[in-house]
Protein backbone atom coordinates (compact mmCIF):
# COMPACT_ATOMS: atom_id res chain seq x y z
CA UNK A 1 0.00 0.00 0.00
CA UNK A 2 1.45 3.27 -0.51
CA UNK A 3 2.37 5.92 1.84
CA UNK A 4 1.53 9.06 0.65
CA UNK A 5 1.14 12.95 2.11
CA UNK A 6 -1.75 14.35 3.07
CA UNK A 7 -1.14 17.28 1.21
CA UNK A 8 -1.08 15.34 -2.14
CA UNK A 9 -4.51 14.05 -1.63
CA UNK A 10 -6.44 15.20 -4.49
CA UNK A 11 -4.13 12.54 -6.83
CA UNK A 12 -5.18 9.69 -4.24
CA UNK A 13 -9.01 10.02 -4.43
CA UNK A 14 -10.96 6.33 -4.58
CA UNK A 15 -7.30 4.92 -3.19
CA UNK A 16 -6.80 2.80 -0.11
CA UNK A 17 -3.34 4.41 1.12
CA UNK A 18 -1.36 4.63 4.20
CA UNK A 19 -0.63 8.23 6.35
CA UNK A 20 2.24 8.62 9.37
CA UNK A 21 1.51 11.59 11.42
CA UNK A 22 0.04 12.39 14.58
CA UNK A 23 -3.19 12.94 16.13
CA UNK A 24 -3.98 16.90 16.23
CA UNK A 25 -7.54 16.39 17.55
CA UNK A 26 -10.03 13.87 18.45
CA UNK A 27 -13.79 14.02 18.85
CA UNK A 28 -16.30 11.27 18.84
CA UNK A 29 -20.08 10.01 19.25
CA UNK A 30 -21.28 6.53 19.93
CA UNK A 31 -20.66 4.56 16.42
CA UNK A 32 -18.38 7.43 14.73
CA UNK A 33 -14.80 9.09 15.60
CA UNK A 34 -13.27 12.11 14.03
CA UNK A 35 -9.43 11.96 14.13
CA UNK A 36 -7.62 15.30 13.32
CA UNK A 37 -4.58 13.82 11.68
CA UNK A 38 -1.39 16.40 10.78
CA UNK A 39 1.58 14.47 9.51
CA UNK A 40 3.67 17.59 8.40
CA UNK A 41 2.40 18.57 5.25
CA UNK A 42 -1.07 19.39 6.36
CA UNK A 43 -4.31 18.61 8.04
CA UNK A 44 -7.26 16.35 7.70
CA UNK A 45 -10.08 14.53 9.07
CA UNK A 46 -9.86 10.65 9.43
CA UNK A 47 -13.84 9.41 9.76
CA UNK A 48 -13.63 6.32 12.02
CA UNK A 49 -17.16 4.57 11.64
CA UNK A 50 -17.78 1.63 14.44
CA UNK A 51 -19.75 -0.53 12.06
CA UNK A 52 -17.13 -0.38 9.38
CA UNK A 53 -13.81 -0.85 11.60
CA UNK A 54 -15.04 -3.43 14.15
CA UNK A 55 -15.33 -2.99 17.89
CA UNK A 56 -11.26 -3.48 18.56
CA UNK A 57 -10.29 -0.79 16.07
CA UNK A 58 -13.26 1.93 16.92
CA UNK A 59 -12.24 1.24 20.64
CA UNK A 60 -8.15 2.41 19.93
CA UNK A 61 -9.67 5.07 18.02
CA UNK A 62 -10.86 6.49 20.92
CA UNK A 63 -8.37 5.95 23.31
CA UNK A 64 -5.51 7.88 21.20
CA UNK A 65 -4.70 10.89 22.83
CA UNK A 66 -3.18 14.45 21.45
CA UNK A 67 0.06 13.56 19.81
CA UNK A 68 -0.17 10.17 19.89
CA UNK A 69 2.22 8.92 16.47
CA UNK A 70 0.49 6.71 14.04
CA UNK A 71 0.14 4.76 10.85
CA UNK A 72 -3.84 4.80 9.24
CA UNK A 73 -4.34 2.74 6.31
CA UNK A 74 -7.78 4.49 4.69
CA UNK A 75 -9.38 5.55 1.66
CA UNK A 76 -8.90 8.66 0.50
CA UNK A 77 -12.45 10.89 -0.35
CA UNK A 78 -13.34 14.35 -0.98
CA UNK A 79 -14.87 16.20 1.71
CA UNK A 80 -16.52 19.02 0.66
CA UNK A 81 -17.68 20.41 4.07
CA UNK A 82 -13.83 20.96 4.96
CA UNK A 83 -11.28 23.68 3.50
CA UNK A 84 -9.18 21.32 2.79
CA UNK A 85 -10.91 19.32 0.92
CA UNK A 86 -10.44 15.44 1.31
CA UNK A 87 -10.71 12.84 4.16
CA UNK A 88 -10.15 9.88 4.88
CA UNK A 89 -12.00 6.85 5.95
CA UNK A 90 -10.58 4.79 7.95
CA UNK A 91 -9.81 1.03 7.83
CA UNK A 92 -6.98 0.97 10.37
CA UNK A 93 -4.56 2.27 12.84
CA UNK A 94 -1.11 1.54 13.74
CA UNK A 95 0.15 3.46 16.95
CA UNK A 96 3.81 4.23 16.41
CA UNK A 97 4.41 6.22 19.56
CA UNK A 98 2.44 7.21 23.06
CA UNK A 99 1.76 10.34 24.33
CA UNK A 100 0.39 11.63 27.82
CA UNK A 101 -0.82 15.08 29.24
CA UNK A 102 0.50 17.00 25.90
CA UNK A 103 0.59 20.92 27.67
CA UNK A 104 -0.78 22.52 24.67
CA UNK A 105 -4.60 21.50 24.43
CA UNK A 106 -7.17 23.22 22.15
CA UNK A 107 -8.00 25.69 24.18
CA UNK A 108 -6.50 29.55 24.93
CA UNK A 109 -2.85 29.43 25.78
CA UNK A 110 -1.33 32.75 27.18
CA UNK A 111 1.98 33.97 24.89
CA UNK A 112 4.49 33.18 27.48
CA UNK A 113 3.02 29.87 27.90
CA UNK A 114 3.24 28.98 24.38
CA UNK A 115 6.60 30.49 23.72
CA UNK A 116 8.21 28.16 26.93
CA UNK A 117 6.67 25.25 24.73
CA UNK A 118 7.47 27.06 20.91
CA UNK A 119 9.17 23.23 20.65
CA UNK A 120 5.67 21.52 20.77
CA UNK A 121 3.82 25.12 19.42
CA UNK A 122 5.27 24.76 16.03
CA UNK A 123 3.19 22.00 15.26
CA UNK A 124 -0.40 23.90 15.76
CA UNK A 125 -2.02 24.36 12.28
CA UNK A 126 -1.77 28.41 12.41
CA UNK A 127 2.41 28.10 12.86
CA UNK A 128 2.06 25.21 10.19
CA UNK A 129 1.20 28.01 8.00
CA UNK A 130 3.57 30.56 8.95
CA UNK A 131 6.39 28.28 8.69
CA UNK A 132 4.68 27.63 4.83
CA UNK A 133 4.93 30.74 4.20
CA UNK A 134 8.04 31.53 5.11
CA UNK A 135 9.36 28.77 3.46
CA UNK A 136 8.42 29.68 0.00
CA UNK A 137 9.08 33.17 0.78
CA UNK A 138 12.75 31.65 0.67
CA UNK A 139 12.49 29.44 -2.20
CA UNK A 140 11.35 32.51 -4.22
CA UNK A 141 14.03 34.87 -3.15
CA UNK A 142 16.53 32.14 -4.48
CA UNK A 143 14.05 31.96 -7.62
CA UNK A 144 14.20 35.78 -8.14
CA UNK A 145 17.95 36.02 -7.56
CA UNK A 146 19.36 33.01 -9.39
CA UNK A 147 17.49 33.80 -12.56
CA UNK A 148 18.76 37.24 -12.76
CA UNK A 149 22.59 36.55 -12.55
CA UNK A 150 23.06 36.98 -8.94
CA UNK A 151 25.27 34.79 -7.20
CA UNK A 152 25.22 33.56 -3.69
CA UNK A 153 28.33 34.72 -1.66
CA UNK A 154 27.93 33.50 2.15
CA UNK A 155 29.19 36.47 4.48
CA UNK A 156 31.26 35.23 7.77
CA UNK A 157 29.10 35.54 10.66
CA UNK A 158 32.21 36.23 13.20
CA UNK A 159 33.52 39.66 12.23
CA UNK A 160 35.24 42.67 13.69
CA UNK A 161 33.35 45.26 11.62
CA UNK A 162 30.39 47.28 12.95
CA UNK A 163 29.07 48.37 9.67
CA UNK A 164 25.27 49.70 11.77
CA UNK A 165 26.65 51.08 15.02
CA UNK A 166 28.25 50.07 18.16
CA UNK A 167 25.66 49.91 20.20
CA UNK A 168 23.38 46.63 19.53
CA UNK A 169 26.23 44.27 19.34
CA UNK A 170 26.44 40.75 20.65
CA UNK A 171 30.38 40.81 21.42
CA UNK A 172 32.34 37.95 21.80
CA UNK A 173 35.87 36.73 22.61
CA UNK A 174 38.26 35.63 19.49
CA UNK A 175 41.23 34.02 20.98
CA UNK A 176 42.08 37.19 23.22
CA UNK A 177 40.28 39.50 20.36
CA UNK A 178 36.94 41.20 20.48
CA UNK A 179 34.94 39.62 17.75
CA UNK A 180 31.27 40.54 17.32
CA UNK A 181 27.84 38.18 16.00
CA UNK A 182 27.28 40.00 12.44
CA UNK A 183 24.79 42.60 12.23
CA UNK A 184 25.14 42.58 8.46
CA UNK A 185 27.05 40.83 5.57
CA UNK A 186 27.02 44.15 3.80
CA UNK A 187 30.85 45.28 3.83
CA UNK A 188 31.54 41.83 2.49
CA UNK A 189 29.52 41.67 -0.09
CA UNK A 190 30.60 44.87 -1.52
CA UNK A 191 33.65 43.33 -1.92
CA UNK A 192 31.94 40.02 -3.28
CA UNK A 193 29.45 42.20 -5.97
CA UNK A 194 33.72 44.00 -7.50
CA UNK A 195 34.87 40.26 -7.75
CA UNK A 196 31.21 39.32 -8.99
CA UNK A 197 29.18 41.59 -10.12
CA UNK A 198 25.79 40.81 -8.92
CA UNK A 199 25.59 39.08 -5.51
CA UNK A 200 23.56 38.13 -2.44
CA UNK A 201 23.46 36.46 0.59
CA UNK A 202 20.95 35.14 2.97
CA UNK A 203 21.70 34.35 6.17
CA UNK A 204 20.99 35.16 9.80
CA UNK A 205 22.31 38.53 11.82
CA UNK A 206 22.15 39.55 15.34
CA UNK A 207 21.46 42.59 16.85
CA UNK A 208 21.29 43.09 20.51
CA UNK A 209 18.02 45.09 20.66
CA UNK A 210 16.61 46.34 24.14
CA UNK A 211 14.22 46.80 22.81
CA UNK A 212 10.73 44.48 23.24
CA UNK A 213 8.41 45.60 19.94
CA UNK A 214 6.38 43.21 17.79
CA UNK A 215 8.88 44.16 15.23
CA UNK A 216 11.92 43.15 16.82
CA UNK A 217 14.64 39.91 16.91
CA UNK A 218 17.93 39.80 18.89
CA UNK A 219 18.49 37.11 15.75
CA UNK A 220 16.89 37.54 12.38
CA UNK A 221 17.69 36.55 9.01
CA UNK A 222 18.73 38.88 5.96
CA UNK A 223 18.31 38.85 2.53
CA UNK A 224 21.06 41.09 1.17
CA UNK A 225 21.38 41.74 -2.49
CA UNK A 226 24.71 44.06 -3.73
CA UNK A 227 25.19 45.05 -7.40
CA UNK A 228 28.22 46.67 -9.02
CA UNK A 229 27.44 49.57 -11.82
CA UNK A 230 23.81 49.80 -10.34
CA UNK A 231 22.82 53.26 -9.07
CA UNK A 232 19.89 53.56 -6.65
CA UNK A 233 17.22 54.19 -8.98
CA UNK A 234 18.04 50.99 -10.16
CA UNK A 235 18.21 49.40 -7.01
CA UNK A 236 14.66 50.29 -5.62
CA UNK A 237 13.21 49.11 -8.98
CA UNK A 238 14.38 45.51 -8.03
CA UNK A 239 13.40 45.93 -4.47
CA UNK A 240 9.90 46.44 -5.32
CA UNK A 241 9.96 43.72 -8.23
CA UNK A 242 10.89 41.61 -5.70
CA UNK A 243 8.87 42.16 -3.07
CA UNK A 244 5.92 41.95 -5.37
CA UNK A 245 7.38 38.47 -6.87
CA UNK A 246 7.24 36.97 -3.42
CA UNK A 247 4.15 37.75 -2.67
CA UNK A 248 2.67 36.31 -6.15
CA UNK A 249 4.44 33.19 -5.19
CA UNK A 250 2.60 33.04 -1.90
CA UNK A 251 -0.97 33.87 -3.52
CA UNK A 252 0.12 30.85 -5.73
CA UNK A 253 1.53 28.33 -3.63
CA UNK A 254 0.17 29.00 -0.46
CA UNK A 255 -3.02 29.51 -1.15
CA UNK A 256 -4.44 27.40 1.92
CA UNK A 257 -2.18 28.92 4.35
CA UNK A 258 -3.33 32.36 3.73
CA UNK A 259 -6.81 30.66 4.55
CA UNK A 260 -5.64 29.24 7.86
CA UNK A 261 -4.61 32.52 8.54
CA UNK A 262 -7.58 34.45 7.69
CA UNK A 263 -5.28 36.65 5.41
CA UNK A 264 -7.03 39.04 2.86
CA UNK A 265 -5.91 37.71 -0.37
CA UNK A 266 -7.46 40.42 -2.53
CA UNK A 267 -5.26 42.90 -0.24
CA UNK A 268 -2.12 40.64 -1.24
CA UNK A 269 -2.44 40.99 -4.74
CA UNK A 270 -2.93 44.84 -4.56
CA UNK A 271 0.62 44.74 -3.50
CA UNK A 272 1.95 42.86 -6.26
CA UNK A 273 0.60 46.36 -8.28
CA UNK A 274 4.17 48.37 -9.18
CA UNK A 275 5.52 50.78 -9.02
CA UNK A 276 5.14 51.62 -5.21
CA UNK A 277 4.90 55.05 -4.02
CA UNK A 278 8.37 56.89 -3.06
CA UNK A 279 7.79 59.96 -0.74
CA UNK A 280 11.43 61.76 0.06
CA UNK A 281 12.17 61.88 4.00
CA UNK A 282 11.47 65.60 3.73
CA UNK A 283 7.95 65.45 2.58
CA UNK A 284 7.55 62.57 4.83
CA UNK A 285 8.09 64.56 7.86
CA UNK A 286 6.17 67.56 6.68
CA UNK A 287 3.15 64.91 5.87
CA UNK A 288 3.24 63.67 9.65
CA UNK A 289 3.14 67.34 10.38
CA UNK A 290 0.24 68.59 8.98
CA UNK A 291 -1.16 65.45 10.30
CA UNK A 292 -1.11 65.67 14.20
CA UNK A 293 2.27 64.64 14.78
CA UNK A 294 3.19 68.11 15.73
CA UNK A 295 6.43 67.33 17.98
CA UNK A 296 8.58 65.40 14.90
CA UNK A 297 11.34 67.16 13.65
CA UNK A 298 13.59 66.76 10.67
CA UNK A 299 16.58 64.61 12.08
CA UNK A 300 14.25 62.28 13.82
CA UNK A 301 14.38 58.92 13.21
CA UNK A 302 10.60 57.62 12.86
CA UNK A 303 8.78 55.76 15.18
CA UNK A 304 6.27 52.85 14.33
CA UNK A 305 3.46 55.57 14.43
CA UNK A 306 5.28 57.23 12.04
CA UNK A 307 6.14 54.64 9.76
CA UNK A 308 2.32 53.63 10.00
CA UNK A 309 0.83 57.06 9.17
CA UNK A 310 2.88 56.73 6.45
CA UNK A 311 1.99 53.09 4.75
CA UNK A 312 -1.82 54.11 5.74
CA UNK A 313 -1.66 57.18 3.72
CA UNK A 314 -0.70 54.97 0.55
CA UNK A 315 -1.91 51.82 1.27
CA UNK A 316 1.04 49.99 -0.63
CA UNK A 317 4.51 49.42 0.50
CA UNK A 318 5.99 53.03 0.52
CA UNK A 319 9.74 53.92 -0.07
CA UNK A 320 11.13 56.98 1.92
CA UNK A 321 14.36 58.68 0.66
CA UNK A 322 17.12 60.67 1.20
CA UNK A 323 17.76 60.50 4.85
CA UNK A 324 19.44 62.61 6.86
CA UNK A 325 23.22 61.61 6.94
CA UNK A 326 23.33 62.11 11.02
CA UNK A 327 20.88 59.34 11.37
CA UNK A 328 22.63 56.75 8.56
CA UNK A 329 25.46 54.70 8.74
CA UNK A 330 28.74 55.42 7.19
CA UNK A 331 28.74 53.78 4.56
CA UNK A 332 26.47 55.65 1.76
CA UNK A 333 26.71 57.72 -0.44
CA UNK A 334 26.23 61.48 0.45
CA UNK A 335 23.29 63.34 -2.16
CA UNK A 336 25.17 65.02 -5.29
CA UNK A 337 23.63 68.11 -4.19
CA UNK A 338 22.83 68.11 -0.89
CA UNK A 339 25.11 67.66 2.58
CA UNK A 340 22.48 67.08 5.02
CA UNK A 341 21.21 63.85 3.01
CA UNK A 342 22.32 60.23 1.98
CA UNK A 343 20.76 58.25 -1.07
CA UNK A 344 19.26 55.38 0.87
CA UNK A 345 15.69 54.27 0.73
CA UNK A 346 13.91 52.13 3.68
CA UNK A 347 10.75 50.24 2.61
CA UNK A 348 7.65 50.39 4.99
CA UNK A 349 5.04 47.94 4.66
CA UNK A 350 1.47 48.75 4.71
CA UNK A 351 -0.84 47.74 7.24
CA UNK A 352 1.89 48.65 10.18
CA UNK A 353 4.51 46.30 9.46
CA UNK A 354 7.20 48.95 9.83
CA UNK A 355 10.19 48.73 7.59
CA UNK A 356 11.21 45.99 5.90
CA UNK A 357 13.95 47.14 3.76
CA UNK A 358 16.81 49.45 4.17
CA UNK A 359 19.23 49.90 1.23
CA UNK A 360 21.28 52.95 -0.37
CA UNK A 361 23.72 53.68 -2.87
CA UNK A 362 27.05 53.02 -1.54
CA UNK A 363 29.72 55.48 -0.89
CA UNK A 364 33.17 55.64 -2.89
CA UNK A 365 35.94 57.59 -2.40
CA UNK A 366 38.96 56.59 -0.09
CA UNK A 367 39.31 60.20 1.82
CA UNK A 368 35.34 60.63 2.28
CA UNK A 369 35.00 56.97 3.56
CA UNK A 370 38.47 57.44 5.96
CA UNK A 371 36.71 60.82 6.94
CA UNK A 372 33.37 58.89 8.19
CA UNK A 373 35.27 56.11 10.06
CA UNK A 374 37.11 59.08 11.72
CA UNK A 375 33.83 60.79 12.69
CA UNK A 376 31.78 56.85 13.70
CA UNK A 377 34.92 56.87 15.78
CA UNK A 378 35.93 53.37 14.12
CA UNK A 379 39.03 51.68 14.33
CA UNK A 380 40.99 51.90 10.55
CA UNK A 381 42.95 48.87 11.29
CA UNK A 382 39.10 46.74 11.21
CA UNK A 383 37.99 48.52 8.12
CA UNK A 384 41.68 48.41 5.85
CA UNK A 385 40.51 46.05 3.78
CA UNK A 386 36.80 47.99 3.24
CA UNK A 387 39.05 50.54 2.54
CA UNK A 388 40.77 48.77 -0.56
CA UNK A 389 38.04 48.76 -2.69
CA UNK A 390 38.37 51.81 -3.28
CA UNK A 391 41.97 51.72 -4.50
CA UNK A 392 41.38 49.44 -7.19
CA UNK A 393 38.60 49.83 -9.69
CA UNK A 394 35.79 51.44 -7.62
CA UNK A 395 32.28 51.65 -9.47
CA UNK A 396 29.29 53.03 -8.57
CA UNK A 397 27.21 50.09 -6.34
CA UNK A 398 23.95 49.48 -4.46
CA UNK A 399 22.12 47.24 -2.27
CA UNK A 400 19.75 46.40 0.28
CA UNK A 401 18.59 44.34 2.79
CA UNK A 402 15.41 43.03 3.68
CA UNK A 403 14.50 41.05 6.99
CA UNK A 404 12.66 37.99 6.28
CA UNK A 405 11.04 37.67 9.76
CA UNK A 406 9.86 40.98 9.18
CA UNK A 407 8.48 40.22 5.66
CA UNK A 408 6.77 36.86 6.49
CA UNK A 409 5.14 38.66 9.64
CA UNK A 410 3.33 41.47 6.89
CA UNK A 411 2.79 38.52 4.18
CA UNK A 412 0.82 36.01 7.12
CA UNK A 413 -0.89 38.80 8.37
CA UNK A 414 0.09 38.05 12.11
CA UNK A 415 0.76 40.76 14.86
CA UNK A 416 4.04 39.39 15.74
CA UNK A 417 7.40 38.64 14.74
CA UNK A 418 8.35 36.08 17.07
CA UNK A 419 5.76 33.94 15.27
CA UNK A 420 7.50 34.28 11.78
CA UNK A 421 10.89 32.51 13.16
CA UNK A 422 10.53 28.82 14.01
CA UNK A 423 12.63 29.40 17.72
CA UNK A 424 12.56 33.16 18.08
CA UNK A 425 15.44 34.77 19.75
CA UNK A 426 13.98 37.88 21.50
CA UNK A 427 15.10 40.10 24.49
CA UNK A 428 15.04 37.50 27.72
CA UNK A 429 14.58 34.50 25.76
CA UNK A 430 16.73 32.30 24.56
CA UNK A 431 14.14 28.78 25.63
CA UNK A 432 13.70 26.63 24.18
O1 LIG B 1 18.01 48.67 7.90
P1 LIG B 1 19.02 47.65 8.30
O2 LIG B 1 19.71 47.87 9.59
O3 LIG B 1 20.04 47.62 7.08
C1 LIG B 1 21.23 46.96 7.03
O4 LIG B 1 21.67 46.24 7.89
C2 LIG B 1 21.96 47.13 5.73
N1 LIG B 1 23.39 46.89 5.95
C3 LIG B 1 21.39 46.20 4.70
C4 LIG B 1 22.05 46.34 3.36
O5 LIG B 1 21.96 47.39 2.76
N2 LIG B 1 22.71 45.30 2.87
O6 LIG B 1 18.36 46.22 8.31
C5 LIG B 1 17.74 45.70 7.17
C6 LIG B 1 16.40 45.07 7.49
C7 LIG B 1 15.38 46.02 8.09
O7 LIG B 1 14.72 46.76 7.10
C8 LIG B 1 14.45 45.07 8.80
O8 LIG B 1 13.55 44.47 7.90
C9 LIG B 1 15.39 43.99 9.28
O9 LIG B 1 16.56 44.07 8.50
N3 LIG B 1 15.74 44.18 10.69
C10 LIG B 1 15.20 43.46 11.70
N4 LIG B 1 14.30 42.46 11.71
C11 LIG B 1 13.97 41.91 12.90
N5 LIG B 1 14.51 42.30 14.08
C12 LIG B 1 15.41 43.30 14.12
N6 LIG B 1 15.95 43.65 15.29
C13 LIG B 1 15.81 43.93 12.88
N7 LIG B 1 16.67 44.92 12.57
C14 LIG B 1 16.61 45.05 11.24
MG1 LIG C 1 17.05 50.27 8.69
Not at 312 to 321: E, G, T
Request: hydrophobic share 35%.
Amino acid sequence: MERIRIIDSKKHVGEVVTIAGWIANKRSSGKIAFLQIRDGSAFFQGVVVKNEVGEEVFDLAKSLNQETSVIITGEIREDTRSKFGYEIGVQGIEVVGESHDYPITPKEHGTDFLMDHRHLWLRSSRQHAIMQIRNEMIRATYEFFNTRGFIKIDPPILTSSAPEGTTELFHTDYFGEEAYLSQTGQLYLEAAAMAFGKVFSFGPTFRAEKSKTRRHLTEFWMMEPEMAFVKHDESLEIQEQYVAFMIECVLENCDYALDVLGRDKDLLKSYTELPYPRISYDDAVTLLQENGFEDIEWDDDFGSPHETFIANHFSKPVFILNFPKSMSPFYMKPHPDRDDVVIRADMIAPEGYGEIIGGSERAIGYDYLMEQLEKDQLNYDDYAWYLDLNKYGPVPHSGFGLGLERAVTWVSGIEHVREASPFPRLLHRIYP
